[in-house]
């Protein structure tokens, strides 16, 4: 493997080590630094500032692959014929994309919503459903069909963040609600990006940006959150639904990484075989 190779491959594992890390402290900071009764950090507790430094930092880290990883060194081709577990996740987020179009049913039932927004997600979410079915029924390739239900998905997930924002139970900048917005918003990029492939028009720097800072973020996020609801710092099934589906979508997002990576390595020993 080249050298570019090596620094892309660098940042994808410190990508993974840094989310594991951000993981542990945010959940030590849900664990001890959090006041459950007003659903905010307990005040003048040190570790949510030394979360959030780290967050901001490394995710400032990540941005600098576009200085010292040439436009060249990322291949523009996509990994071909998807293992069965790439198969197998995408119906795992579709999966869960259900349980939160469920989840958002019942949230207008129970506290009603704007309705222009449950319109909208009625639509949207099951598009996404579909979208990440896609591989699983073999037709991934089917640009128009894939570009046009991942367009629709886009806006599936921006109704995910609305019930949420129009959520009155919770304030609004308290860290459950934040943290899930603030993961969905890279997760949204790297949707754009993925389309962006399926188009044939990629930009694989950009993408791989997007990559690191989504899985990043939820991953910690999501993680953390689940491990919060046993230590009883959340209990709203809503935010639960979400927070599966930050988890989903990472895994999804580290195993069409790792697939990128993989196929990296493999154009460099085609090269040099050449």
């Keep these: 493997m080249n050298a570019h190779g090596h620094k892309i491959h660098i940042y994808y594992l410190s990508a993974a080590f840094l989310a594991v890390v951000a993981t542990v402290l945010r959940t030590l900071c849900l664990g001890l630094g959090f006041d459950r009764d007003i659903g905010y950090y307990a005040r003048g507790a040190a570790m949510p500032v030394f979360l959030h430094v780290l967050e901001a930092?490394?995710?400032?880290?990540?941005?600098?692959?576009?200085?010292?990883v040439p436009r060249e060194a990322m291949p523009a081709e996509k990994p071909t014929a998807p293992s069965r577990t790439r198969r197998i996740v995408p119906a795992l987020v579709a999966l869960l994309f259900a349980?939160?179009?469920?989840?958002?049913?019942r949230v207008n039932t129970g506290h009603g919503l704007p309705t222009a927004l449950f319109v909208c997600g009625v639509l949207f979410i099951p598009a996404a459903v579909a979208f990440f079915l896609l591989p699983v029924l073999g037709l991934a390739r089917r640009r128009d069909l894939t570009v046009t239900l991942g367009i629709l998905s886009v806006f599936g997930v921006v109704c995910l963040v609305a019930v949420t924002y129009f959520d009155a139970y919770t304030p609004m900048n308290a860290p459950h609600k934040t943290g899930l917005h603030l993961s969905f918003v890279p997760v949204l990029f790297y949707l754009l990006y993925t389309l962006r492939d399926a188009a044939g028009a990629p930009m694989p720097r950009a993408?791989?940006?997007?990559?690191?800072?989504?899985?990043?973020a939820a991953f910690t996020v999501g993680v953390s959150d689940l491990l919060a609801y046993p230590m009883g710092a959340f209990d709203d099934p809503l935010y639960l639904a979400q927070d599966l589906l930050l988890i989903g979508i990472a895994v999804w997002i580290g195993v069409d990484t790792a697939a990128e990576a993989l196929a990296l390595a493999a154009s460099d020993e085609k090269e040099k075989e050449k």
């Design 207 to 216: 993408k791989a940006v997007a990559s690191m800072t989504a899985f990043f």
């Design 99 to 105: 349980l939160n179009f469920v989840a958002f049913c």
């Design 57 to 68: 930092v490394t995710v400032v880290c990540f941005f600098t692959l576009f200085f010292f």
